[in-house]
């Protein structure tokens, strides 16, 4: 079992930066693919980016590509979000998510293929 945290989250103006991190305890992260999903008020929960257990391969959703990237640490056992200019729409709680793979090259799209999830960090886009 691996418990997940999240930080990093905040206000920022549109067209900052901020850097979301996930830290994994319990097993180390290069077993683990992960990924962000994001959830706004009154939305359904939204895959952001998901990348594999040995790093090797990522995904980034259609509207965050270009500006958003995803990064696991597997020393650290920590995953990481780097958002840049970022928008209002971006604004949601952001959760962290992993599951146990049999093949270490896979990533995940879906939030139901994830076993495993942070509390989440609220990022708040300021117009």
């Known amino acids: 079992q691996v418990q997940l945290v999240e930080s990093g989250g905040g206000l920022v103006q549109a067209g900052g930066s901020l850097r979301l991190s996930c830290t994994a305890s319990?097993?180390?992260?290069?077993?683990?693919?992960m990924g962000w999903f994001r959830q706004a008020p009154g939305k359904e929960r939204e895959f952001v980016a998901a990348?594999?257990?040995?790093?090797?391969?990522?995904y980034v959703g259609d509207s965050v590509k270009g500006r958003f990237t995803i990064s696991k640490d597997n020393g650290e056992s920590t995953l990481y979000l780097q958002m840049n200019s970022l928008k209002p729409e971006d604004t949601a709680a952001y959760y962290c998510a992993a599951r146990t793979v049999f093949d270490s090259g896979r990533y995940y799209l879906r939030h139901y293929e994830y076993v495993y999830w942070g509390q989440g960090t609220q990022v708040t886009v300021s117009s």
């Open positions: 990348i594999s257990a040995s790093n090797s391969r990522t």
């Open positions: 319990g097993r180390t992260a290069s077993t683990y693919a």
